[in-house]
């Protein structure tokens, strides 16, 4: 089987100097690739330079990004290789637009006209006392997958935080349609420690529960090799 992982977190530029980005550290990615690696799979993993990684072997090949559009450019033609995608990378939901002054926002006439407007320093000046940063909201990769390549079986991952079972499970199953997802990995971050990770693995049809990130890469391995 051809095993397509994403592991860590995007980081989208405000500069050259400083960018948004998230706590993502790739262990469950690792994780999951060592699971597949140890049984004979051949595996891509799609990770960026921060995130953990496994150690090298014949049958790992890794693709290092950084924003989502080098994802997006980076995933597609292996989407269309792959028998299977994990995609448990943290994505970054926005992406600087522009960064200015509060004084420039508050004496603008017309907002949407800041929209139009990037910034060309290699490093925006930091003397204001406030600024403000435009954001817009970046590509859904996992709504892309099923488009890339429609036979594809897909995971996809939902963090939610503090909210109950139910809501937890419903969001998941909504995303499991919304994105042809076979798989949606569901977690609450109340539920993540050092030592623990609660999770549930959700179809269509059944659930399967987990409360560590081995088990939730055992989980994963044997619910996908099962149905294989």
Same mark, same amino acid.
């Given at each position: 089987m051809k095993v397509l992982i994403?592991?860590?977190?995007t980081t989208e530029k405000i500069d050259s100097v400083r960018g948004i980005t998230n706590h993502s550290t790739g262990n469950l990615g690792k994780l999951i690739a060592e699971r597949f690696l140890a049984q004979g799979h051949e595996v891509s993993l799609v990770t960026t330079k921060q995130a953990v990684k496994p150690e090298a072997s014949s049958l790992l090949h890794t693709y290092i990004? &950084? %924003?989502? +559009?080098? !994802? !997006? %450019?980076?995933?597609?033609?292996l989407v269309k290789s792959h028998d299977l995608v994990i995609h448990s990378m943290a994505v970054s939901d926005y992406t600087p637009v522009y960064m200015t002054d509060l004084d420039d926002v508050l004496s603008s006439e017309d907002l949407t006209k800041l929209l139009t407007k990037s910034n060309q320093e290699s490093k925006i000046s930091s003397q204001a006392d406030y600024q403000v940063l435009f954001l817009k909201k %970046?590509?859904?990769v996992i709504s892309l997958i099923k488009q890339w390549n429609p036979d594809i079986c897909l995971i996809g991952f939902k963090l939610l935080v503090n909210v109950s079972r139910d809501e937890l499970? &419903?969001?998941?199953?909504?995303s499991l349609q919304k994105n042809q997802a076979d798989y949606i990995l569901a977690n609450d971050l109340n539920e993540i420690t050092s030592k623990q990770h609660h999770a549930y693995l959700l179809s +269509?049809?059944?659930i399967s529960e987990a409360f560590t990130k081995q088990e939730i890469a055992d989980v994963i391995y044997e619910q996908v090799t099962h149905n294989d």
């Open positions: 994403t592991s860590g977190g990004v &950084s %924003t989502v +559009d080098s !994802l !997006l %450019t980076t995933m597609e033609p %970046t590509p859904k499970f &419903s969001v998941a199953r909504a +269509d049809n059944q």
